[in-house]
């Protein structure tokens, strides 16, 4: 299994359609869409997921249970890894729920691409810190890569219970 970043949303119906030309299961995981494009990506990939948010640090900033958006933002000003060109927008132990936001909304731009966000949602201690957009995403994949087990028939239930 591998990740593609598409980059940009124009990129990932062209990108579905080639890796299944080379007979790869293709998911995507993308921002709301037009219907358009939305048409483009589902045609070209096996299982689509788009998010009703537009843009992936909106969506975590959103979506993330405030302890964990609170750990991470002092988390990276006790690492010593807030930059100083936001020192102004600094989140503290007293900073409230919207101001952390607001924080993180600028330090996930300055980084955009770094994986911030990403890292926001990897010091999540539990699926339920997460947005739940993305603990369904992560749910779904999982089903079609690691199924359930097929239960058994009824008949071998009752001859084994017997």
């Known amino acids: 299994m ?14 579905g359609n080639f890796f299944r030309t080379l007979g790869k299961t293709v998911f995507a995981v993308f921002d709301k869409q037009d219907e358009a494009q939305l048409a483009l990506i589902r045609a070209a990939v096996d299982h689509p997921y788009e998010s009703q948010t537009k843009g992936f640090e909106s969506l975590v900033l959103q979506g993330t249970n405030e302890n964990a958006v609170r750990r991470y933002a002092l988390g990276v000003v006790a690492d010593g890894d807030w930059p100083q060109h936001l020192i102004h927008l600094k989140p503290s132990a007293e900073s409230d729920r919207a101001t952390l936001a607001n924080a993180l909304s600028e330090y996930f731009a300055w980084g955009k691409g770094s994986g911030q966000a990403a890292d926001l949602l990897a010091s999540c201690t539990d699926w339920r ?10 749910h779904g994949i999982f089903r079609v890569v690691e199924p ?8 071998f239930v009752e001859s084994t219970t017997a």
């Open 148 to 155: 359930p087990s097929p239960e058994p028939p009824a008949a």
């Open 129 to 138: 810190e997460m947005p739940e957009y993305i603990a369904n995403c992560l």
């Open 2 to 15: 591998a990740i593609i970043d598409a980059r940009t949303d124009s990129q990932v119906a062209p990108l």
